[in-house]
């Protein structure tokens, strides 16, 4: 639902939203007021200096130490900037570092059960759901839904329901026409993926560039199975974005590639190969090949 464009399907969108939300509640996220989001840093300040609080006392204490009573303020501009150049994946794979010390932003799961602390640490990543995000210091405009981790934004979604009459192709609509590239939250690995979602569908890009953005479909086949139990679109978050899916997707999945595309260059007269940067993200076929392979060997 576009929040600069409220209309008489937003009831049966709230109520499509709502049910997303809950589930993700059930697996492990927690709810937060889109005033907890900070639009200028692109990150909540409470969940980011909670967590590294909460698992890095002896860093936090480190950085107070030379930062004084601005600690709070130094940091999280630093772990902005960080994600604006770097990319939020990398971030959550390398840390930051700050002043000599370096702060981790998740833990991953443990390769074994052999360290209780890492278990431990692996337990307290915070997952979070924003709903109506407003995201702009320009406009008043809104993202559907907004998924965090440790206060970091990893995926936003635009969700539509066929009851109101529209579809994921509004919802990609939404995202090439209403949602400009130039805000911060919408650089390039600022998010690692924007989901478009209805009752039947998924479709998914990592990168906006306006009119030029390019979806993908994010389906378990051409069509999604019947679901006796709701909606055909569910396992988006009933399995792809649940706390341990997202985790091993951030830490294993997720990587940049480039691309090289022959186009015609009138200034030189002749066809000229260009190079871009991709950052891929796993179609579900892909991770359901892999898993289930994991699943064999361990086996």
Known sequence: MRGENKNMSAPTEKRFETHIEESLNKAGYHSLPPADYDKELCLIPDEVIGFIQETQPEQWEKLTEQYGDTAGVKILKRISDEVSKRGVTDVFRNGVKDRGVLLRLVFFRPNSGLNPDHRELYRQNSFAVIRQLKYSCKNENSLDMVLFLNGLPVLTMELKNQLSGQTIADSELQYKRDRDPGEPLFHFTRCAVHFCADNDRVSMTTAL??????????????????????????????????????????ENFIHLAEETEAEWDNYKGKVVEKTKKLLVFPRYHQLEVIRKLRRAVKD
């Open 209 to 250: 560039a306006g009119e030029k953005t390019r979806f993908l479909p994010y389906n378990k086949g051409i069509e999604n199975p019947v679901n006796p139990d709701g909606y055909r679109s569910s396992y988006l978050w009933e399995e792809v974005l649940v706390p341990d899916s997202l985790l091993d997707i951030l």
